[in-house]
């Protein structure tokens, strides 16, 4: 049986793309209007910096101190946890690798304070 012009069959197809066309645009638009938040280092640049600070003072030999690399991670409104690779003169007199982690509190004034601080054994 063919189908006429005006048939409700042969407009199905154009009405199913048009729908799907329209949904697909809704959806786009929607998740455009929730833009990317700012996280971790973006959000508080100023974290690794205090967890360098504390683990400079923590380790022996604070002049042999360096920070290789490190990563923010926010855990909770106004904490975080930041991660970092560190070279330092050991008591031994050997320089050595190591990971570290602190624990950053974002504190009143936009002071950044590190109340607990995971180094090397």
Known sequence: ?????RSPRS?????A???SVACASVALAAGQDQ????RGKDEAPEAPVACMKAV???LPNPGSFKWLAGKTRKVAEDAYSVV???EYLAQDGA???AKV???VLRAPGNQFVVPKLRLPQ
């Open 1 to 5: 049986m063919p189908l006429s012009p």
């Open 11 to 15: 407009l199905s197809a154009p009405l």
């Open 17 to 19: 793309l048009t729908l």
């Open 35 to 38: 833009a990317p938040k700012p």
């Open 56 to 58: 400079k003072a923590a």
């Open 84 to 86: 970092g690779d560190v």
């Open 95 to 97: 320089v050595r690798k």
């Open 101 to 103: 982690q602190c624990d």
